[in-house]
């Protein structure tokens, strides 16, 4: 059952699709499918609307047509599958893409904790998915605090993202990948915690340092729930045995971060049979 449109501070969002696989791996292959259309259906756009994005002279209406696609990626099992299944693309022009994470783990730089090591290991081995920018969070070692680092990732989205989402103004990506967590968590926003209320219309924030984190490590940087909510297209991933409890609490429209978690145009929820 698909809920009701669904709003939050007076936003409302398109209905919920959600998308039944038979196991992990057909989860993972649907998620990589719908990054693959919006990523074709962006790069035909834009060279319809802008056929001479290679000339020099552009004007600043066809400059913004020939933006770059703004995707955020998850970590996590099934995230990571997402990440390295994507790299195998050559077919794409990831030229075209900023990559972002919706989240990182506040540990050394070096450390396999962190997320963005499966997509720098992923541009490492395959030279077409090198060619799309990532967008590294600060690390522990960084001699930063983990508060700086959440602004410094701020100031590199609001400079990189140049679509702004019209009710908050704030950066608006174009695909935003989220696994779900057992307890319904997405990136670093957490129920009952402080990082779910962070951001909010009243004080809106694009990142937020998260302290004291139910998931170890307990430090680390996230999007916020409102940033989460400006991109154009969410894809929840809940495949698996122990995120059962969580989908079916999303359906039932209960306000966890992942129901919460809404895309201005569209929201697909892909997970495993609940029996």
């Given at each position: 059952?698909?809920?009701e449109p669904e709003s939050a501070a007076g936003v409302t969002r398109?209905?919920?699709?959600?998308?039944q696989v038979p196991n992990v791996q057909a989860g993972v292959s649907a998620a990589v499918e719908t990054v693959l259309q919006r990523l074709s259906a962006f790069a035909a756009r834009r060279r319809t609307e802008n056929p001479f994005a290679d000339s020099p002279g552009l004007s600043g209406e066809q400059a913004v047509s020939a933006r770059a696609f703004n995707l955020a990626l998850t970590g996590g099992g099934s995230g990571s599958a997402v990440t390295q299944a994507l790299a195998e693309h050559a077919e794409i022009d990831w030229s075209m893409?900023?990559?972002w994470y919706g989240d990182e783990r506040w540990v050394d730089r070096g450390s396999a904790d962190r997320n963005d090591v499966v997509a720098l290991d992923a541009q490492h081995r395959r030279a077409a998915f090198a060619e799309a920018e990532l967008h590294r969070i600060a690390a522990a070692d960084d001699g930063i605090s983990v508060e700086a680092a959440a602004s410094a990732y701020a100031v590199d989205l609001a400079t990189n993202v140049s679509q702004r989402d019209p009710e908050s103004a704030l950066p608006a990506l174009d695909l935003v990948l989220l696994g779900v967590g057992p307890d319904g968590h997405v990136a670093s926003i957490f129920p009952h915690h402080q990082s779910a209320v962070a951001g909010s219309s009243d004080s809106p924030a694009s990142t937020i340092a998260v302290r004291s984190s139910p998931k170890p490590p307990p430090t680390r940087v996230s999007l916020t729930l409102s940033t989460i909510r400006a991109a154009s297209h969410v894809v929840l991933i809940a495949c698996?045995?122990?995120k059962?409890?969580?989908v079916r609490e999303i359906l039932a429209g209960e306000p966890l971060p992942a129901e919460l978690a809404r895309g201005r145009r569209s929201t697909l929820l892909i997970s495993t049979p609940q029996c």
């Open positions: 059952m698909t809920p398109p209905p919920l699709t959600h998308l893409v900023h990559l698996g045995d122990e059962r409890a969580a």
